[in-house]
């Protein structure tokens, strides 16, 4: 009966947590509408904001081979310093969401160290914090917090010491990596070069009929590529949170499935371990009835 008594608590503790997943997937299920439109309305201005600044690259390094003045279009052959942006979520229970991007960050950081650079990591999310943290490798910047809740205000306060450094030439190239939203299943990662803006092939249908003149003012450029890399650190954030929840919500699916076959399962051993015991009670009954 002992056994009994255990496989019956195996079951109400199963079902315990099966309550618990599914209704952890009930609430990133509605978080996640919520990140949805949000990130599929950012989703099309970021594009065509893209589109439009490696049109301005392409078109300003034509008149020029870059320079001072245009620090933010010119390529650099000997890059020295790299600094690696990641979005990570501050909580887990999302199955891989987190490890992708840290992978991804581990495969770049070698990377770039072979090819003699230093690499400097600037952290979004506690998960990402904690791995390096643990791994003893260094972190330049921390920021735990904003992830789950991102603005656009908490973006900009998050990349303009980047920039600055980049503008003072402490570093050479700020890349951003993080693992966003494709559909309600599958999540996308992102590595997206901020400066210096790349020049990337544009279809004639999609390309614009924008000119750009030789002489247009410093300030004017360098304001809008600010604007350009905080879009981007934006949208990299939400479309973070939105990848993080439907991770999130499947990773919660797939755990009330396995919650209700283990039931299923524990059901079953239960069955089996209560006939045999009524069995035996019957032939200890019957044994001791022939004895007599």
């Given at each position: 009966?002992?056994?009994?008594?255990?496989?019956?608590?195996?079951?109400?503790?199963?079902?315990?947590?099966?309550?618990?997943?599914?209704?952890?997937?009930?609430?990133?299920?509605?978080?996640?509408?919520?990140?949805?439109?949000?990130?599929?309305?950012?989703?099309?201005?970021?594009?065509?904001?893209?589109?439009?600044?490696?049109?301005?690259?392409?078109?300003?390094?034509?008149?020029?081979?870059?320079?001072?003045?245009?620090?933010?279009?010119?390529?650099?052959?000997?890059e020295?310093?790299?600094?690696?942006?990641?979005?990570?979520?501050?909580?887990?229970?999302c199955?891989?969401?987190?490890?992708?991007?840290?992978?991804?960050?581990?495969?770049?950081?070698?990377?770039?160290?072979?090819?003699?650079?230093?690499?400097?990591?600037?952290?979004?999310?506690?998960?990402?914090?904690?791995?390096?943290?643990?791994k003893?490798?260094?972190?330049?910047?921390?920021?735990?917090?904003?992830?789950?809740?991102?603005?656009?205000?908490?973006?900009?306060?998050?990349?303009?010491?980047?920039?600055?450094?980049?503008?003072?030439?402490?570093?050479?190239?700020?890349?951003?990596?993080?693992?966003?939203?494709?559909?309600?299943?599958?999540?996308?990662?992102?590595?997206?070069?901020?400066?210096?803006?790349?020049?990337?092939?544009?279809?004639?249908?999609?390309?614009s009929?924008?000119?750009?003149?030789?002489?247009?003012?410093?300030?004017?450029?360098?304001?809008?590529?600010?604007?350009?890399?905080?879009?981007?650190?934006?949208?990299?954030?939400?479309d973070?949170?939105?990848?993080?929840?439907?991770?999130?919500?499947?990773?919660?699916?797939?755990?009330?499935?396995?919650?209700?076959?283990?039931?299923e399962?524990?059901?079953?051993?239960?069955?089996?371990?209560?006939?045999?015991?009524?069995?035996?009670?019957?032939?200890?009954?019957?044994?001791?009835?022939?004895?007599?």
């Amino acid at each position: 009966m002992a056994n009994l008594k255990d496989i019956k608590r195996n079951i109400a503790s199963v079902k315990n947590t099966q309550k618990t997943t599914r209704a952890m997937k009930l609430v990133s299920t509605a978080k996640l509408k919520r990140a949805e439109e949000v990130t599929k309305r950012s989703k099309e201005y970021a594009n065509k904001l893209n589109i439009m600044m490696s049109e301005i690259s392409d078109k300003i390094n034509k008149f020029k081979a870059g320079g001072s003045t245009l620090k933010f279009f010119a390529k650099n052959d000997s890059e020295k310093v790299i600094d690696i942006f990641f979005i990570t979520a501050d909580k887990g229970l999302c199955g891989g969401f987190n490890i992708q991007t840290i992978k991804q960050v581990l495969a770049l950081t070698k990377e770039y160290e072979a090819k003699g650079c230093q690499v400097r990591l600037r952290a979004v999310g506690r998960k990402g914090v904690d791995f390096f943290t643990f791994k003893g490798m260094e972190v330049l910047e921390k920021y735990i917090g904003v992830s789950s809740s991102p603005t656009y205000e908490k973006a900009v306060d998050i990349v303009n010491k980047a920039v600055e450094d980049f503008v003072e030439g402490k570093c050479d190239k700020i890349i951003l990596v993080h693992n966003g939203y494709k559909n309600m299943i599958i999540q996308e990662l992102k590595t997206t070069t901020l400066v210096p803006v790349e020049t990337i092939e544009v279809e004639s249908k999609v390309a614009s009929m924008m000119e750009i003149e030789a002489e247009d003012e410093e300030k004017v450029l360098e304001e809008l590529v600010r604007k350009y890399i905080e879009y981007n650190m934006y949208y990299g954030l939400i479309d973070s949170l939105a990848g993080e929840h439907s991770a999130r919500m499947q990773a919660m699916d797939n755990a009330t499935s396995n919650a209700k076959e283990r039931v299923e399962q524990l059901t079953v051993k239960y069955n089996k371990a209560r006939q045999e015991a009524i069995t035996t009670e019957l032939i200890e009954i019957i044994s001791g009835m022939e004895a007599l």
